[in-house]
């Protein structure tokens, strides 16, 4: 097929996709900007178009006329709490157990120290993916440290094998940031079990694109952040799960005031709060964690299930695109091609990538470059649609001549 007719039958396939795409309306939810394809959501999701009028009663009435009457009028102090039961769902958890505030990192601590405090005595081992995202090795590192276990980085695809006897805590990440990778979290948390370990699964790059089930698979903890998958935005606060059959005994490395049993008592003795609270450390951050609470509206009526189809059918079609529109040699597709190993994202390695994917930015495809060689492409099935998929993949044929 010429070069013409494969842009035709492909972009005429985009557009019968589009059209019995079932959550395409769901894009209204959204302010995008026109001419503009958006495959960064894997990184900053897009703005949810009721946040910026959400916002602006936080900010006018809640904090400018009622002040500090907003912590109970407006319904502040419980936001960490109520928040985390709108996130609940989306990762397959009942309410009371996902607390929303400060940082993945922060959280990944808490989890981390948390979960070394509750295993089983005498282990001596802290496990955590080889390829995770940074922090999460360094968070891991220190938190070994101050627990006195040994920080032993595994590759995933051995790490089954890998727990042993003297494994305390397991920390892995659902889907590789860079690669794109999804690790088998009933598999491996059956198999941390089967092990005597606890293990600690960071969702950043599945929450919100994918079914995650904690409460199915018995996960013991869980991190993730908001401004992905979900559309928290920049900087928004990160959720910590903590299942309820640990919380009585979680015992939390950063017990600040707000995760006491009576905050307003002021004691100078500690008593650890029943339930989620237990996971908070201080003062929400309101701003950010009432823009989270608008964008979560974005899911109303939309199954997570749903969306991993349709993103399973985008990241398909895109790497069919890329096939057909790439110049042989020019890219290594690096996601898996199986779906039970693929995340919603897809990543292709090629020389210059830093340039290749500054080009593309400028033709008006917005991806990201994770060093050293990786062109990163994220599907976020409530905004991205199969027209978006095939103009990409068109434009990077283009870039590469
Ligand atoms: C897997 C993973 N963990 C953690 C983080 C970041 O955590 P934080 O929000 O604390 O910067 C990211 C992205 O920034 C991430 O991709
Ligand atoms: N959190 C980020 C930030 O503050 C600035 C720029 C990018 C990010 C990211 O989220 C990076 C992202 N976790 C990644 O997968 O690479």
């Known amino acids: 097929m010429s070069d013409t007719n494969a ?31 958006y495959l960064d959501g894997n990184s900053l999701g897009a703005l949810p178009a009721a946040v910026p009028d959400a916002l602006t009663d936080v900010v006018r009435r809640q904090w400018g006329e009622l002040l500090i009457r907003s912590w109970d009028e407006s319904g502040w102090w ?53 390829t995770t995202f940074p922090t999460d090795g360094y ?9 006195g276990l040994d920080l032993v980085p595994v590759d995933p695809a051995d790490a089954p094998g890998a727990f042993d006897g003297d494994t305390a805590v397991v920390l892995l990440n659902h889907v590789d940031y860079r690669s794109g990778r999804l690790h088998d979290l009933p598999g491996l948390t059956a198999a941390a079990h089967a092990a005597g370990a606890l293990i600690v699964w960071d969702l950043c790059h599945s929450a919100g694109a994918l079914p995650v089930g904690l409460d199915a698979h ?5 991190v993730g952040c908001t401004y992905k998958y979900l559309n928290g935005g920049p900087g928004s ?19 600040g005031w707000n995760s006491h049993r009576e905050p307003f008592a002021m004691t100078p003795g500690y008593e650890p709060a029943e339930g989620a609270a237990r996971a908070r450390v201080g003062t929400p951050d309101i701003l950010s964690m009432l823009a ?7 899911w109303e009526g939309v199954a997570v299930e749903d969306v991993r189809a349709k993103s399973l059918a985008l990241t398909d079609f895109f790497l069919e ?20 190993e693929r995340g919603s994202q897809v990543s292709l390695r090629t020389e210059g990538a830093r340039e290749v994917m500054a080009e593309l930015i400028s033709r008006g495809v917005v991806g990201d470059f994770r060093a050293p060689d990786v062109l990163r492409f994220g599907f976020t099935p409530l905004y991205v649609g199969f027209a978006d998929a095939e103009r990409a993949a068109r434009t990077l044929g283009h870039v590469f001549g």
């Open 7 to 37: 842009e035709t039958d492909l972009a005429e396939r985009a557009a019968r996709l589009d059209a019995l795409d079932g959550l395409a309306k769901l894009r209204e939810r959204f302010t995008l900007p026109d001419g503009v394809v």
């Open 78 to 130: 419980t936001a960490p709490e109520r928040i985390g039961d709108l996130i609940a769902p989306l990762v397959g958890a009942a309410p009371g157990q996902v607390t929303v505030g400060d940082s993945t990192s922060v959280n990944l601590f808490k989890a981390l120290v948390g979960a070394a405090r509750m295993a089983a005595p005498g282990r001596t081992k802290l496990l955590v993916d080889a």
């Open 139 to 147: 968070i891991a590192g220190s938190a070994a440290r101050l627990t």
């Open 218 to 222: 018995g996960v013991d903890l869980a």
């Open 237 to 255: 606060p990160a959720y910590v799960y903590v299942a309820a059959r640990h919380q009585g005994a979680f015992d939390s490395p950063l017990p």
């Open 292 to 298: 989270l609470e608008s964008a979560l509206g974005v």
């Open 321 to 340: 695109c890329v096939a057909r529109y790439v110049p042989e040699g020019k890219v290594e597709v690096v996601t898996p091609a199986g779906h039970a």
